[in-house]
């Protein structure tokens, strides 16, 4: 085999350019601190930095959405504290109003204060988030909810919720339908309801209802009819007596039925009567309309005292219900927190597998910088050796 003088210059150029290379190549991976710095540095280690990259950025993604999700429940819980505070104390009120102590100007004043508390509720299930949109407005948060037409309240949102990704196949919900928080409420105590005949004519007031059975309850119709003052009759919906019994004011006289118990106190007038059905819905408005009216009832009496009983009921229910949502909404927090301190982990633990992938070992790049630079060294001192060599050197 010859070798040329020619061949030798040019291997010697080729070794120094291959260690220019390499030597840039690593000096590259020492100030961007990664070992993988374009796909062609390692293919299959690229497409796995890819991939958790990709994981790590939708974690943070999802810490971000807990973030405003966690904001906004925030918010409406705060809004349903006050609604509750202010329910309260509409039955503190309601309480007072009922006492026979108090006269026609004093259930007036009772009665103002219960339309600034109604304003107020009006405001808060018209509140805003954060970011502008009506906390309880379903999924039409750009409109307002609530609004007063002819003197009732309207709702005009949806029944949706907002939804937000908390983590892998965990969908969140961020708020509450302002349907299902203030307007469609259960009356009586959820099960059934008692309204006192309008032509009653006797003392007779209806008092706290109760299921005693709920299997026995048939959501029928029913009216406690009083034949006298000592005695009654329950009739169903086709006038049909499906009991009866005696009746004493002694302030314990429970009338029961179908599973069902209505406590009445006072004294009955022969024809006065109490309807009893199922539950229907009201509104929380309504509900306050109707404890309004009832103080403004001019003397007070029996009359009122059976619209205030009743709409008690409905006011307890009520109160129920933002207690229920609230619960609810902390229930959704919690779980929130939860998924917030497992998604911190993931990323721990994505993030140190991308280091592991990706990031450059300095300790092992500076030792291979030490070498290639070495050996770059001795390629140019071979090819300046090479290229000053010729043929006459060897010439004696």
């Not at 280690?45 to 950025?57: I, P, S």
């Not at 969908?171 to 006192?196: E, K, R, W, Y």
């Not at 709409?311 to 902390?330: E, K, P």
């Amino acid at each position: 085999m010859r070798v040329s003088t020619s061949w030798m210059a040019q291997q010697s150029v080729s070794s120094m350019l291959d260690g220019q290379a390499s030597l840039s190549d690593l000096q590259n991976r020492i100030s961007s601190g990664k070992r993988i710095n374009q796909p062609s540095d390692d293919p299959v280690g690229a497409a796995r930095a890819l991939e958790l990259g990709h994981m790590d950025a939708d974690v943070a993604q999802y810490q971000r959405n807990i973030t405003s999700a966690n904001a906004r429940l925030g918010l409406e819980d705060q809004a349903l504290s006050t609604t509750s505070d202010a329910l309260t104390r509409v039955r503190t009120l309601v309480l007072q109003g009922i006492n026979g102590t108090q006269t026609d100007q004093t259930r007036a004043d009772i009665a103002a204060e219960l339309s600034q508390i109604r304003t107020q509720l009006m405001g808060l299930a018209n509140g805003k988030d954060g970011n502008g949109d009506y906390l309880f407005a379903g999924n039409r948060t750009g409109g307002q909810p609530f609004s007063a037409q002819g003197g009732a309240v309207v709702y005009n949102g949806d029944e949706g919720q907002r939804m937000v990704a908390a983590g892998p196949g965990m969908q969140v919900a961020t708020g509450d339908p302002g349907s299902a928080v203030f307007m469609n409420i259960l009356t009586g105590n959820g099960t059934f309801q008692v309204s006192s005949g309008a032509a009653n004519t006797g003392t007779a007031v209806a008092g706290t209802i109760s299921v005693a059975d709920r299997t026995q309850w048939d959501n029928g119709n029913y009216t406690i009819a009083f034949t006298s003052a000592t005695a009654y009759e329950v009739r169903d919906a086709s006038n049909n007596v499906i009991g009866s019994g005696t009746y004493a004011d002694d302030g314990n006289a429970v009338v029961a039925f179908r599973g069902v118990q209505v406590g009445i106190s006072g004294t009955p007038a022969a024809g006065d009567n109490f309807s009893v059905g199922p539950s229907g819905k009201q509104d929380i408005f309504s509900t306050l309309d109707n404890i309004i009216g009832a103080l403004k009832t001019t003397g007070g009496g029996p009359a009122m005292k059976n619209a205030l009983n009743a709409q008690f009921s409905n006011l307890d229910q009520a109160i129920d219900t933002v207690t229920q949502t609230r619960a609810a909404i902390g229930g959704r927090m919690n779980a929130l927190d939860q998924q917030q301190s497992l998604n911190g982990d993931l990323s721990l633990q994505y993030q140190g597998a991308l280091s592991d992938v990706q990031d450059l070992d300095y300790y092992d790049a500076i030792s291979k910088l030490n070498l290639q630079n070495t050996a770059l060294q001795a390629a140019q001192m071979t090819y300046t050796k090479v290229q000053s060599s010729t043929l006459f050197d060897y010439l004696k």
